[in-house]
T-cell receptor, first 112, second 115 residues
Framework: GNSVTQMEGPVTLSEEAFLTINCTYT??????LFWYVQYPGEGLQLLLK?????DKGSNKGFEATYRKETTSFHLEKGSVQVSDSAVYFC???????????FGQGTRLTINP | SQTIHQWPATLVQPVGSPLSLECTVE??????LYWYRQAAGRGLQLLFY??????ISSEVPQNLSASRPQDRQFILSSKKLLLSDSGFYLC??????????????FGNGTRLTVT
């Protein structure tokens, strides 16, 4: 079945550091890929998405490229801020009714 | 614009008591609706989804049930809560028109503690 594997957290960085959160997937067909962010005590918000191979999703300085050859969708940001502290989830679409399969989440903490 | 409301925000219930969590969506019609659970320190597990009124699909066997009495209302229930039902419950909706490309839109969640 479909699955998503994210790098284990937690991840702690200093402000303005470069961020990479790895995500790899296993899926049949051609899924769409997503990154969601969850701020403390809240639900998940869509951060970015990519719907086909080589697409790059971007939002709020974050980027991720859909790499079919390596089945990856790594999240990157060139210079993180304290306000980026949150839990980040990689997900793929699969099955009917747009059921998303999520990774286990990566907690990111940015220190000033 | 579309909004999703989920309540209550927090809930503490004793073991063996019933549960009812409600979720409503505004500003859209015929959404797909979902209940996810997020256990402490773990990822999200899809519990139920619905493509229409009265149509419920269960993803995992469990002590919970779901109902969709109206197009934009989704209810999560239990007759007798277990300690293992504790967690953060998230309701979500997606548009049917976009297919696999449609993102999910989440409510703010309900933190349930079973004591």
């Amino acid at each position: 079945g479909n699955s998503v594997t994210q790098m284990e957290g937690p991840v702690t960085l200093s402000e303005e550091a470069f961020l990479t959160i790895n995500c790899t997937y296993t899926a049949t067909g051609y899924p769409s890929l997503f990154w969601y962010v969850q701020y403390p005590g809240e639900g998940l918000q869509l951060l970015l998405k990519a719907t086909k191979a080589d697409d790059k999703g971007s939002n709020k300085g974050f980027e991720a490229t859909y790499r079919k050859e390596t089945t990856s969708f790594h999240l990157e940001k060139g210079s993180v801020q304290v306000s980026d502290s949150a839990v980040y989830f990689c997900a793929l679409s699969g099955g009917g009714a747009q059921k998303l399969v999520f990774g286990q989440g990566t907690r990111l903490t940015i220190n000033p | 614009s579309q909004t999703i409301h989920q309540w209550p925000a927090t809930l503490v219930q004793p073991v063996g008591s019933p549960l009812s969590l409600e979720c409503t969506v505004e500003g859209t019609s015929n959404p797909n609706l979902y209940w996810y659970r997020q256990a402490a320190g773990r990822g999200l597990q899809l519990l139920f989804y619905s493509v229409g009124i009265g149509q419920i699909s269960s993803e995992v066997p469990q002590n919970l049930s779901a109902s969709r009495p109206q197009d934009r209302q989704f209810i999560l229930s239990s007759k007798k809560l277990l300690l293992s039902d504790s967690g953060f419950y998230l309701c979500a909706w997606s548009s049917r028109t976009g297919g696999y490309n449609s993102p999910l839109h989440f409510g703010n969640g309900t933190r349930l503690t079973v004591t």
